[in-house]
């Protein structure tokens, strides 16, 4: 299919792409000049994949990068966070490239009469002329084949980190659960908890700390199971489950979190020497005290507040002393492992 056919496709609605997955659409401009370099030079570009939805519309289901770039070239890329669907995003200006420097402060047309900021029009049909292969899933196929091929073309070797193709599939599945797993990722002692650097919020960690957390609590973890592979089914069922309990478990989730910055605040999945706490935040430690202490909330929640923050931090130091956790917390020590052994251990050690 021509790339003329694919904007045609957008601009009547009949290919959709869903707002929320702009928001990992993150080519930066160099990513994003040479992909329209490589379109003028002739060069094969990679098929998109498409899936049939129940209207006969058709989703981007992979190829948001290359699609995206075209479509906010041409300047009809709809902007994700307007709800009334008409604004569009700023148009690329390209840099210049070794083999087209011409492209340099070029975007798709003059800024204004005389600007000579433009493609000539001759570019512009060579650009809608090129083709590339569309691979459509059709819409009787099972209803969960595009997440499937979604998470298989997305995985190993990707730009996204395993979250982000994970945050991805569960908006295929479900935008509330989404959202309401987003909400919780942003809860305040949470945050303060997990202490994570900007570039691991800027690849969705925290979200992915939130489904360990309800994953540990809803769906037992298997021996040797791949841990990315758990957390991917268990998010498929908890997105996929409309009698899921959000409620009770947002309760116990805001309870764990707060109890936990109220006792430690961003010491607490940290290491302790002896004297005082040390380094960045531990996932280890993360995945053994977040379960492990939610596991005892109504009990925590009977302690008055002193006693209780008492408790929780001498427990949480004495983790640094103990064996099975050192030794399987340390760096070498497969997730598998890791967490067939600690997650046990979890479920008794903080009983108050």
């Known amino acids: 299919m021509s790339f003329g056919e694919l904007i045609s496709l957008y ?63 041409v300047g009809i890329l709809k902007d994700p966070d307007d709800s009334s669907g008409t604004r569009t995003q700023p ?29 000539t029009e001759g570019q512009q049909r060579d650009i809608k002329r090129s083709r590339v292969r569309v691979e459509i899933l059709k819409k009787e196929s099972d209803p969960l084949a595009k997440y499937e091929l979604f998470q298989r073309l997305n995985t190993g070797g990707s730009v996204l980190s395993e979250q982000e193709v994970r945050s991805c599939v569960i908006i295929m599945i479900s935008e509330r659960f989404h959202e309401w797993i987003s909400q919780l990722a942003a809860f305040d002692p949470f945050v303060l908890t997990i202490d994570q650097t900007e570039r691991a919020e800027k690849r969705q960690r925290p979200l992915e700390y939130v489904i360990r957390w309800l994953a540990f609590r809803n769906h037992p973890y298997r021996n040797a199971l791949d841990v990315h592979e758990y957390l991917d089914a268990a998010a498929l069922q908890m997105a996929s489950n409309k009698n899921f309990k959000t409620n009770d478990e947002e309760l116990v989730f805001k309870s764990t979190f707060t109890f936990l910055n109220d006792a430690l605040e961003d010491a607490a999945f940290k290491k302790w020497d002896g004297s005082k706490f040390l380094g960045p935040s531990s996932l280890a430690a993360y995945e053994v005290i977040g379960f492990g202490v939610s596991l005892f909330i109504d009990e925590y929640s009977e302690l008055e507040p002193a006693r209780r923050n008492d408790l929780l931090a001498r427990r949480i130091k004495s983790l640094s002393d103990n064996g099975l956790f050192r030794d399987n917390s340390k760096a070498g020590v497969r997730g598998s492992t890791r967490l067939s052994n600690l997650l046990p251990f979890a479920r008794t050690f903080f009983k108050p």
């Open 11 to 73: 601009s009547s609605g009949e290919l959709i792409i869903n707002p929320k997955y702009q928001r990992y659409f993150r080519w930066e401009i160099s990513q994003k000049t040479k992909f329209i370099e490589s379109i003028l030079l002739g060069i094969p570009i990679p098929p998109i994949f498409i899936y049939t939805t129940s209207g006969r519309k058709w989703e981007l289901v992979d190829g948001l990068q290359r699609v995206a770039t075209l479509l906010e070239f």
């Open 91 to 119: 148009s690329t200006v390209l840099e210049a490239t070794n083999l087209l420097p011409s492209l340099h402060n070029k975007r798709w047309e003059e800024s204004s009469e005389g600007a000579n900021d433009g493609l």
